[in-house]
């Protein structure tokens, strides 16, 4: 308890610091561990914490057919290892005030450490995070606990409105691809997996020379050396998982409507667009700052919410993967008010596409990202979630030092080139969820 009092007053005096380090350049350092991992390293003194990710190609993307065996197994690494028992494995952590997390998404799946960076401390959990990571024991009473808990969540999706709706955009934009499904798999494939898919999924993903490791915290760069060893001292070399094929967009759009008992009728519209590493991305970016992503000073929030009050909220934006990954237009409106909303909607993104901004807007807008760009950065969490991604999908390593001025840079002219030729209103997919009026 003593080490959690003294660590809350130190955050305590220097939070303030944290603020510097943002408006500098990150010094980011990368090499490769001894068995294949990927690492990125920044270091950082403002606070006695270190911050893991270590991340693997991991995510629903590598399902194939066993939907939901991605989630499955990161939801596993923390329920035993070894002679530890999740209980153990628990215990470990919160004894010296440790945080250990983990997640799945469609490319990735990733386990975390958040510690303290004295030495005696580190040493007490180290070990711990590289079992987990690489040595889980999936017991066969957890599989079935995880399992069940899965199936509930998987049927407690069909009675919220926002994931009916979120299901049916991700299986109609990226049908017979990898993205189609999600990590919450079905209820079918979830039931037929048995341990020994999960051991296989492991084994072929949780390896080296599929990992990246993001670090950040108060050590010097040689004791990072030591310390990525230490993390992920018992992963096999393993092979790199392979790239994920391209999204095939179909010519014509598509309209699908799903009736759900609700007064409030859910429209999502979009297509896929962009991967990681676009040479579009800054273009898209700003100019989706303006159409619908910066909150109520977008076009859209303006004209769907202040001058016309069909919806409370309305947003897009994009959501770069390493695939195509989507554009997405969204609101929720009265019922009788949907095919009123849907088509303006629609109409606002035809005319932003033909028209483009003005040039006030995108004086606006890049002030706006430029300005508020430090708070991405303004803590360890943050640098090294940002680090993580840059190391995941091959960004370059001054990708966050150049954000801003990569921004600048966009022209009016850039961004209604690259809205015409990514965005097709003619291609969007539209899901309606709701009641007839």
């Known amino acids: 308890m003593k ?3 003294k660590w809350g007053a130190l955050v305590l005096s220097t939070v303030v610091m944290l603020g ?3 408006a500098q350049a990150l010094d980011i350092k990368t090499w490769t561990t001894s068995n294949g991992v990927k690492v990125l390293f920044v270091e950082s003194h403002d ?18 057919q066993q939907y939901g065996v991605s989630r499955l197994v990161n939801a596993l690494l923390v329920e035993g290892t070894g002679e530890l028992s999740a209980e153990d494995i628990a215990e470990k952590f919160e004894s010296v005030g440790a945080e250990l997390g983990h997640n799945s998404l469609r490319d990735m799946a990733f386990v975390s450490l958040r510690s303290l960076s004295d030495k005696v ?7 711990t995070f590289a079992r987990v990571s690489a040595l889980p024991s999936f ?5 079935q606990r995880d399992r069940k808990s899965m199936l509930i969540s998987l049927q407690n999706r069909k009675k919220e409105i926002s994931n009916v709706a979120e299901d049916s955009f991700f299986h109609n934009l990226y049908k017979n691809h990898v993205y189609e499904v999600g990590q919450h798999g079905t209820k079918p494939t979830l039931e037929s997996i048995v341990r020994d898919d999960l051991l296989h999924f492991h084994a072929k993903y949780y390896v080296a020379n599929n990992a990246v490791l993001a670090l950040v915290g108060d050590l010097t760069a040689e004791k990072a050396r030591l310390y990525t060893e230490q993390l992920t001292q018992y992963l096999k070399p393993g092979q790199k998982a392979d790239s994920i094929a391209p999204v095939t967009v179909e010519n014509k759009g598509q309209t699908i409507k799903i009736p759900f008992n609700t007064s409030q009728t859910h429209i999502l519209q979009g297509i896929p667009v962009m991967a990681r590493n676009d040479a579009d991305y800054y273009a898209l970016y700003l100019g989706n700052h303006i159409l619908g992503g910066s909150g109520f000073s977008s076009r859209l929030m303006q004209e769907i919410r202040e001058n016309r009050g069909l919806s409370y909220s309305v947003y897009s934006y994009f959501l770069p993967m390493e695939s195509n990954g989507p554009f997405q ?11 009123e909303a849907a088509q303006l909607l629609q109409q606002m993104l035809e005319n932003f596409i033909k028209d483009g901004p003005t040039s006030e807007e995108i004086e606006h807008a890049k002030k706006n990202i430029t300005g508020s760009f430090p708070l991405k950065i303004d803590s360890n969490a943050k640098i090294v979630e940002n680090l993580f991604v840059t ?34 209103p003619e291609q969007l997919i539209r899901i309606i969820v709701g009641a007839e009026s």
């Not at 401390?121 to 070990?127: A, C, G, R, S």
């Not at 017991?139 to 599989?143: E, K, L, Y």
């Open 139 to 143: 017991p066969q009473d957890a599989i």
């Open 121 to 127: 401390l580190w040493e007490q959990v180290v070990d």
């Open 3 to 5: 080490h959690l009092i």
């Open 47 to 64: 606070l006695p914490m270190i911050d893991v990710r270590l991340g693997f190609k991991a995510g629903s993307s590598r399902d194939g």
């Open 391 to 424: 190391g995941f999908y091959d960004m370059p390593l001054d990708y966050l030092d150049r954000f801003n001025a990569n921004i600048m840079a966009v022209s009016k002219q850039d961004i209604k080139d690259a809205f015409e030729r990514r965005v097709k």
């Open 20 to 22: 510097l380090q943002s």
């Open 329 to 339: 237009m969204g609101l929720q409106t009265k019922n009788h008010q949907a095919d």
